[in-house]
Each structure stands twice: as C-alpha cells, then as structure tokens.
C-alpha cells in the first residue's frame, strides 16, 4: 500500500526522485489523485510552510522541497483533470514594474500552489496595468504583488488604481508584500491584503478565494 506519510515526509525533504516513485506507485494502486495530492503532497508542503514561519526551515529547504512537490504534481496533473478536480483558486502573481527582485514572489507562488491554489506568475517588473490585464482574463480571484525595494513599492498603488479604473476591485482582491511594506502602508494605498511571509501570504490567499 502507497504510504501517504512517507510520501509527505520524502517531499519535506525534497526528495524528487522518492517523491515520483511514490506518486506513481500509488497511481499504479488506483489511489485517488486527490487523495495523493491532498494526503501526501499538500500535507508535505504544508508541513514545510509551517516550519518556515517559525524558522525552523530555510529558503533553501523551501526551493527543494517545492522542487519535489512539482515533480509529483507533474504526474497527477492528467489525473486531476481527469477526475475534475479544480484549483482552490486562481491567483495573478509578479513583482512590481522597477524591480527586478524574484526570489520571495517564488516563494510565494511555490506556498501558494501547495495550497492547492493555481498561480500565473507574470515574473519580475510588471507594470499596473499587466497585473489588472491578466487577472481578468484570467479570471483571478487575487493579485498579489510583491516589492524589495522602497523606490518600487509606491507602484503598488498604482495597481489598487488601475483597479479601481477598470471597476473590478470588488472582484479582484489585491495582497501586497515584501521586505519594505508593511500593514500600515497597505491600509494608505487602500490595498485589501498585507501578509509577512511567504507561508502566510499562501493561508490568506486560501481564505480569499474560499470566502
């Protein structure tokens, strides 16, 4: 029997190769790609997220562990559809125009997507207006975007506006992050969400699109 705790446990440990193995293993027993998905890889990467917030694991440990979770998502990928299992979510995710910084917004994206949420990651120094483009025809249910610099971060404004212009900020809910931003600075923009960390942002995000 394909044993869910080992398969979160080689996955906190970004073990990829063990993490595939086992993925199809269980596949080749019939368990539900839901299931593995849920029980074993999601449980994995939560456990990680966790251990992030308390510093307890590290950006690296993060990276491969994530790593790991992606080649056994690779393999439920055609399962899942098949079986109609959606995505909790969808969110439109980039670092803002000016900055070029990418290794927290990947964190981020990486939390959220072992969340179960899908992620359209625009990439670094994207514009206010990409970031409003994209989640309408993406249908997204949040932009989060993130800065490191405090030059970049007013851009993040300039998003909630594009926002309020194109008349869906009841729709669409913005989160903001990154080293410089801060709670108070999200309430003056009129952003919807600030979170701390990548673990948090990737909760909140979860209680968005389920509310």
């Not at 190769?17 to 293993?25: C, D, G, I, R």
């Not at 019939?30 to 456990?47: F, P, T």
């Not at 966790?50 to 056994?72: D, H, Q, S, T």
């Not at 932009?143 to 030059?151: D, E, G, M, Q, V």
């Amino acid at each position: 029997m394909a044993n869910m705790k080992a398969l979160s446990e080689f996955l906190q440990k970004g073990r990829a190769k063990e993490v595939k193995e086992l993925v199809q293993a269980a596949l080749d027993e019939k368990i539900s790609a839901k299931v593995i998905l849920e029980e074993g890889l999601m449980d994995g990467m939560g456990i990680i997220g966790a251990k992030f917030k308390k510093n307890e694991v590290f950006v690296p440990e993060v990276l491969i562990a994530a790593r790991a979770m992606n080649a056994g998502t690779e393999l439920l990928k055609p399962f899942l559809a098949e079986a109609g299992v959606v995505a909790k979510g969808k969110v439109v995710l980039g670092t803002v125009k000016g900055d070029l910084h990418d290794i927290g917004k990947n964190l981020v994206g990486m939390m959220m997507e072992g969340k179960g949420l899908e992620v359209v990651d625009l990439g670094t120094d994207v514009p206010a207006q990409k970031f409003v483009e994209e989640a309408i025809s993406n249908n997204a249910n949040i932009i989060a975007c993130s800065a490191l610099l405090t030059t970049t971060m007013t851009e993040m404004q300039n998003v909630v506006k594009e926002l309020e212009k194109a008349g869906v900020q009841d729709k669409i809910k913005i989160m903001i992050g990154g080293a410089p931003v801060t709670q108070s600075y999200c309430e003056n923009i009129k952003a919807d969400y600030y979170t701390a960390d990548a673990a948090s942002a990737a909760e909140v995000a979860v209680e968005i699109c389920e509310a």
